[in-house]
């Protein structure tokens, strides 16, 4: 199990971006938090397999709503001691 830090700009709030998210986290098994930045971005905090977590963010464009868009997408590794049980919206 990995744990990535993944930053989406572009038009992402305000738009259901993160609800979109945490559906398609719950359908593929994924764990983590979603929260909107002061900047206008949204940060999630995703744990699972690295294929699931690149099924997440390549099929992700295709999940969100006609108002979304995103224009960037930063995904790091990070060591993360905590584990999730679950996605979370905060």
């Known amino acids: 199990m990995e744990t990535e830090k993944i930053i989406f700009s572009g038009h992402v709030q305000g738009v259901g971006f993160r609800y979109s998210c945490k559906m ?16 206008g971005s949204v940060i999630a905090i995703v ?5 699931v ?15 979304a868009r995103i ?8 060591l993360d001691t905590q584990v999730y049980h679950d996605f979370r919206i905060i």
């Open 24 to 39: 398609l986290a719950d359908q593929l098994g994924i764990t983590g938090t979603i929260h909107n930045d002061w900047n």
């Open 71 to 78: 224009s960037k997408v930063e995904r790091t590794k990070i």
């Open 53 to 67: 977590i690149n099924q997440f963010t390549r099929n992700l464009p295709n999940k969100i709503s006609p108002w």
């Open 47 to 51: 744990q699972g397999s690295p294929d």
